[in-house]
């Protein structure tokens, strides 16, 4: 049986999302990321102390993006590589993501909406913002030469990216400049699975 731990209002909405494409059956335990992920208990689990973690009959892993390439490629028939030259195509675009995506978009969610009003800061999440520019233009390139970024089709590298950046809005993250980029945005995130 798979188990994913982690709250639908976490990073753990990756693989939630994720797991409701591929279709396989699983079991959702909602630990919650402030208290119950530093407990003794789920440090067995993930010595990180974070959500989301995966065990799939026995095989239990920590990182978001890691778990979906994963599922992906053990269960999700195309979502996953046809080759090593997708593999590492979707790999690529993961780590992107978590590299050069996630740290502006993270500063923006934050200090825009995520804490406590007295403990936001507008600086830091225009730094954020403006940190977003070159990774943005990127992709937005990139969508102008092809549909999806992996194989001519959704995959697990759409899934990634997409998950990260699906909060931008939400963040308040002008996307405007990037009309590609939005439309494969809108494109992936309005998918039954993504929508939960
Ligand atoms: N790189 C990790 C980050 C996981 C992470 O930071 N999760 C947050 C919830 S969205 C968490 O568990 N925070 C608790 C903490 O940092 O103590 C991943 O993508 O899985």
Same mark, same amino acid.
């Given at each position: 049986?798979?188990?994913?731990?982690?709250?639908?209002?976490?990073?753990a909405?990756?693989?939630?999302?994720?797991?409701?494409?591929? +279709?396989?059956?699983?079991?959702?335990?909602?630990?919650?990321?402030? +208290?119950?992920? #530093?407990?003794?208990?789920? /440090?067995?689990?993930?010595?990180?102390?974070?959500?989301?973690?995966?065990?799939?009959?026995? *095989?239990?892993?920590?990182?978001? @993006?890691?778990?979906?390439?994963?599922?992906?490629?053990?269960?999700?028939?195309?979502?996953?590589?046809?080759? #090593?030259?997708?593999?590492?195509?979707q790999?690529?675009?993961?780590?992107?993501?978590?590299?050069?995506?996630?740290? =502006?978009?993270?500063?923006?969610?934050?200090?825009?909406?995520?804490?406590?009003?007295? #403990?936001?800061?507008?600086?830091?999440?225009?730094?954020?913002?403006?940190? @977003?520019?070159?990774?943005?233009?990127?992709?937005?390139?990139?969508? =102008?030469?092809?549909?999806?970024?992996? +194989? =001519?089709?959704?995959?697990?590298?759409?899934?990634?990216?997409?998950?990260?950046?699906m909060v931008?809005?939400?963040?308040?993250?002008? *996307?405007?400049?990037?009309?590609?980029?939005?439309?494969?945005? +809108?494109?992936?995130?309005?998918?039954?699975?993504? /929508? =939960?």
């Amino acid at each position: 049986m798979i188990k994913l731990y982690g709250t639908p209002l976490s990073r753990a909405a990756r693989c939630l999302w994720m797991l409701r494409e591929v +279709g396989v059956p699983f079991e959702n335990v909602p630990t919650h990321f402030a +208290g119950e992920a #530093q407990s003794a208990e789920f /440090r067995k689990i993930n010595p990180n102390g974070r959500v989301p973690a995966l065990d799939d009959d026995g *095989l239990v892993l920590f990182e978001s @993006l890691a778990i979906n390439l994963h599922l992906a490629e053990k269960y999700g028939k195309d979502l996953g590589p046809r080759d #090593q030259t997708e593999r590492a195509q979707q790999v690529q675009w993961s780590i992107w993501a978590v590299t050069e995506l996630e740290p =502006g978009v993270i500063d923006a969610f934050l200090h825009r909406v995520m804490l406590p009003e007295a #403990q936001r800061n507008a600086k830091l999440a225009d730094a954020g913002e403006a940190k @977003l520019a070159r990774p943005l233009a990127v992709l937005d390139a990139e969508l =102008g030469r092809r549909d999806w970024l992996v +194989g =001519g089709r959704f995959t697990v590298a759409d899934l990634n990216v997409a998950s990260v950046l699906m909060v931008a809005p939400i963040a308040r993250i002008d *996307l405007t400049s990037f009309p590609r980029l939005q439309r494969w945005l +809108g494109a992936c995130t309005t998918r039954p699975a993504a /929508r =939960g």
